[in-house]
């Protein structure tokens, strides 16, 4: 479908949008070239962490962010490793944000530590500076690190951040699960200037992510931090698998930290690799479909599309859009269920954790905390936004939005 045979606003919800199959919100994008690699190794003989993962830490390096790298088991695991790694010691508080997926809290309590949830900003939904310097202020928490996320792949206010945890002598983790390929006035998310040893970036390549190991994860930061990382990423051995059984290995050993087994396997890596190498060329389809449903819901009066700020590249994971409420019949609800009917998958990114039994009955937190997080979750909707999708999917998905609006918009 063209932009030219998009129904007309006015369209009664009818049979029109509805697509010949459904679209799912999400798909990995698995070239020949992933397969034959992933098969490689599986000739080869050495399945687990080895040759792969190295090749794919230096070129990661090299390729997108200035930093030492550690490929490890997922981006739950970089973020835990990183807390570890950067001293955050147990029956202290972490701030981080509510509009997250669980396990950026999860880690924060497997930590030992409790997440203290600071409300958003309502531009891009990412961490609030405003709220957290506040929190660090006139809070009553003891905190040992901050914990944003770039939400959507939106960088954070980055230079804000960081500058308050420099004040108060705060390590920063950041979780870029979503960001891969963004950057911030210029410098690459995942770049850790000057060797800053109070920092830590975590990527997932969870299998929709903006590239993919199939289940996967990094942490970047200066070298030591990377070490001490790696250390506790391995059962806390001195030496790796193939370190020990590799040609040139030893068979001996030191335990030196009781460590977690969060290492990334050769399979997963040779993937890594393969979707490392068209990165670019990834980035730059979901950028574009960012741009044409910006143009396509532009005068669309009933749907804010998401901010994009001048000093940042955006990685495009995400493309949220929040429906203005007021001015239609339904509620969000509603209106991912009509998107479904005319074969469109969506999500919502994401219900608040501080909403969330745990979190909610373990802090106490009521309906009236966090303003900002708890409003705009009510009218959140993530569209379908992958390198997979043709031009015609793109159209297919504003079409329908369109419809469905026009079918429920309030009349005044
Ligand atoms: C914001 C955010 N943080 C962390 C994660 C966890 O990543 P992983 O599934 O690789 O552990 C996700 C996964 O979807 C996420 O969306």
């Known amino acids: 479908m063209t932009e030219t045979e998009i129904p007309p606003a006015e369209t009664p919800l009818t049979e029109t949008a509805r697509r010949a199959g459904f679209l799912p919100f999400a798909l990995p994008t698995v070239e020949e070239e992933d397969i034959e690699e992933v098969v490689g190794v599986l000739r080869s003989g050495w399945l687990t962490s ?97 914990l944003p996320v770039h939400y959507g792949g939106h960088p954070c206010e980055l230079d804000e951040i960081l500058g308050i945890a420099a004040v108060h002598g705060l390590p920063v983790v950041e979780d870029a699960a979503h960001a891969f390929g963004a950057a911030f006035r210029g410098t690459p998310i995942g770049a850790v200037p000057g060797e800053d040893e109070h920092r830590a970036v975590c990527f997932s390549l969870y299998a929709t992510k903006n590239i993919t190991s ?45 460590g977690f087994k969060y290492n990334m396997s050769d399979l997963q890596a040779a993937l890594a690799r393969t979707q490392l190498r068209r990165w670019r060329a990834l980035q730059e389809r979901r950028t574009a479909i960012a741009r044409r449903y910006t143009e396509l819901f532009d005068g669309l009066d009933e749907v804010q599309v998401p901010e994009c700020r001048p000093h940042v590249t955006h990685a495009w994971h995400l493309f949220p859009v929040r429906l203005r409420l007021p001015q239609l019949t339904i509620g969000r609800a509603e209106f991912i269920d009509e998107l479904r009917r005319l074969g469109i998958g969506t999500s919502v990114h994401f219900i608040p954790l501080h909403q969330q039994p745990y979190y909610r009955d373990r802090y106490g937190h009521g309906s009236g905390d966090l303003p900002v997080a708890s409003a705009e979750f009510e009218r959140l909707i993530s569209l379908p936004i992958y390198p997979r999708m043709s031009a015609a999917d793109v159209e297919d998905v504003a079409a329908a939005v369109r419809q469905v609006v026009a079918a429920h918009r309030r009349r005044s």
């Open 214 to 258: 199939g289940e996967g994860g990094v942490l970047t930061g200066a070298r030591p931090v990377v070490d001490t990382a790696r250390l506790w990423s391995q059962h806390g051995m001195s030496r790796d698998s193939w370190q020990r059984y590799g040609p040139r290995g030893s068979w001996d050993y030191e335990v030196v930290v009781p």
């Open 50 to 146: 080895g040759p792969e993962i190295k090749a794919f830490e230096q070129e990661l390096g090299a390729e997108v962010t200035p930093a030492s790298a550690l490929a490890v088991s997922s981006g739950t695991a970089a973020m835990h490793l990183a807390l570890t790694s950067l001293g955050v010691t147990p029956g202290r508080s972490v701030i981080t944000t509510p509009l997250t997926f669980c396990s950026t809290a999860h880690v924060i309590e497997q930590s030992g530590c409790r997440p203290v949830f600071v409300d958003v900003e309502p531009g891009t939904l990412n961490l609030d500076p405003v709220a957290v310097r506040a929190a660090l202020e006139h809070g009553r928490h003891d905190v040992a690190a901050i």
